[in-house]
């Protein structure tokens, strides 16, 4: 059975930084895309950023230059480096990642306060 876990949310000022982590474990052949959506109260979940098995990345207009995603050398971590946070980067973080299906973590809060 594959499960997502994500950890390193928590509270932190505006314009300070914070790294959320992903780890997949399981019964895993291979790992496709990965990547870091979030849905904050009241809004849709939308993409933050997605790294597929080349290191090819994505971001949404909204973290470009603010935020950066990478994969750990063993392939089944990822990661979301966010500086200059904003208050309206408040969200549950949600890790997600492509094998065969699409798999989602339970999430992450984080909290920027201003």
């Known amino acids: 059975q594959v499960q997502l876990m994500e950890s390193g949310g928590g509270l932190v000022q505006a314009g300070g930084s914070l790294r959320v982590s992903c780890v997949v474990s399981?019964?895993?052949?291979?790992?496709?895309?990965m990547g870091w959506y979030r849905q904050a109260p009241g809004k849709q979940r939308e993409l933050v950023a997605t790294?597929?098995?080349?290191?090819?990345?994505n971001y949404a207009d909204s973290v470009k230059g603010r935020f950066t995603i990478s994969r750990g050398h063993a392939k089944n971590t990822v990661y979301l480096q966010m500086n200059s946070l904003k208050p309206e980067d408040t969200a549950v973080y949600y890790c997600?990642?492509?094998?065969?299906?699409?798999?989602w973590g339970k999430g992450t809060l984080v909290t920027v306060s201003s």
């Open positions: 790294i597929i098995s080349d290191g090819t990345t």
């Open positions: 997600n990642a492509q094998i065969g299906i699409s798999y």
């Open positions: 399981g019964s895993i052949a291979s790992i496709g895309a």
